[in-house]
């Protein structure tokens, strides 16, 4: 390929022991951080051809050959600042802005401190050096701090003491976390509104944060029934909004209706309750009238529903708020009613067990092929499960599955099996 004219990489090196194929591995890693592009690991082949029938495969995966991971990349920054970020649910997470730094193909400037159990068990102050790296080389990570660099006049951080979107006082939790308890907080309210407009749950496509943002700026949405009272020439008006782009979204919102009573009870963002448990309590009380009468009992009967999940939905569901809410939405005509929308029981009797990340689908995603067939996704693995859907990264279940002889299928195998 390389006389052929393309570009090949340099290291590719015959090795005739296991010795020579570490050293080569040293080699490269030494390289690593000069290259023109990143990598991640080193490929180990046997060049034999005729060896490699021989040598056989694993479930599709070649014994032949394997990939060896270099440890994460890490480098030295600084600490410029701490900022506070309101999630939806009102926790107040720290994030460190670093100075920026070239890590393992993009440039990292910020990176989650997670809470103040972490800054302090770090012991992280403003103004520090930190090495910072990238957790299975995707999300930026600070590792430690090095005391010997810090400034003279670092002092340790504490968590403020008021909200820092609506100025109202924290609360700490049980946990680690400190929240913003105002129920009426700009932040919270703009993490709920794209939480409910996001794909999987009402799925109201360009319906992002930018806009969102913008809207409740502009004084046009203060919850998520407004979204279906706003017209064309609200939006219109907005920045960088077109009229072909207002009248898109306008369009997105009015299919939102229908996007069900489980997309719905996920959309509302209620703490702990995810998509799986969302369209579990759909199917269960078929529509939302039932969940403001919902007992504990009834709710803990569910499969895979506990009592904190219980409590949470009672809670929810015993603000006014959320009565009014759910009277604007069921009066702006968005379905409050469970449609069974099974497409098969091909599934039937079967259960699923998710690990590792698909290439091309959510967990959320699978889950619904899985249950509108039928099947049951369960999160643990054991000799009752029927399949283990393992992604990239997959970890303790997929060695998990294969001790107790569980198969274990791919995306493709899945989607093949769903008749797609
Ligand atoms: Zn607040």
Redo the contacts with the bound molecule.
Sequence with gaps: MSRLGFRVIPFIKEARTAGEVTEHINAIGEKRSGLPYDIDGVVIKVNDLSLRPRIGENSGRPKWAVAYKFPPEAKLTKLTDITVQ?GRT?VLTPLAVLEPVRLAGTTVRAATLHNIDFIKAKDIRIGDTVEVSKAGDIIPEVRRVVLSERPADAVPYEMPA???????P?VKDDEAAVR???SS????LERNLVHFASRDAMNIDGCGPAIVKLLIGQGLIRDAADIYKLKAEDVAGLDRMGEKSADNLIQAIENSKKAGLDRLIYALGIRNIGAKAASALASHFGNIEALFTAGEEELCSIPDFGAIMAEYTINFFSHPQTRRLIDELTAAGVVTKYEKSAVSDAFAGLTFVLTGTLPTMTREQAEAMITERGGKASSSVSKNTSFVLAGEKAGSKLTKAQALGVPVIDEAEFLGMCGM
Excluded: H, L, Y
């Design positions: 309101v009102g008021v909200c820092p979107s609506c100025g109202e924290v913003c308890t105002n907080c700009p932040a919270q």
